[in-house]
């Protein structure tokens, strides 16, 4: 299950949030948690490099996009390879959304399309989609391609 999806910008506020499965007491842990592990390690990494983390029998897997930093949390099924396929996935998307490197404001901007996207990518802590061409054709509210 992918427990958290997490989109921050550079000083660590958050711009996105998506829990599954936790408990809402300890949804503040994990923020802070997931913001600390960024403000150690994402200084100097490339656009789209990505770092993977271990907590607590989950798999952490984050990396930074611009101006924002994008974090996934997933056990069992989803381990550190099935959370770098996720996140390649939403960086596109998002990559789409803007038009080139978001900046915080950019991402504001088109933050409608991206929560379109995050649904179509997972639902319920379930991975839906990583066909980057038919989610774009989904977040247009136009029906799958027919078989």
């Known amino acids: 299950m992918i427990l958290a999806v997490l989109i921050t910008n550079a000083e660590g506020n958050i711009l996105v949030e998506r829990f599954n499965g936790v408990f809402p007491e300890e949804r503040l842990q994990w923020r802070t948690f997931l913001v600390k592990l960024g403000a150690d390690h994402l200084k100097g990494i490339k656009n789209e490099e990505l770092l993977v983390a271990n907590h607590k029998s989950t798999f952490i897997v984050y990396t930074v996009y611009g101006d924002i930093s994008i974090y996934i949390v997933g056990k069992d099924e989803y381990d550190e390879l099935a959370l770098s396929e996720v996140i390649y996935v939403i960086t596109s998307s998002i990559k789409d959304a803007c038009g080139k490197s ?10 409608g399309r991206i929560c379109l996207c995050l649904d179509e ?11 980057i061409d038919r989610i774009k054709r989904l977040i247009k509210l136009k029906p799958p391609t027919d078989f």
């Not at 978001?102 to 933050?111: A, C, G, N, Q």
């Not at 990518?121 to 066909?131: F, N, P, T, V, Y």
Request: net charge neutral.
């Open 102 to 111: 978001p900046t915080e404001r950019r991402f504001l901007d088109k933050y």
């Open 121 to 131: 990518i997972m639902w319920k802590g379930l991975l839906e989609s990583i066909e």
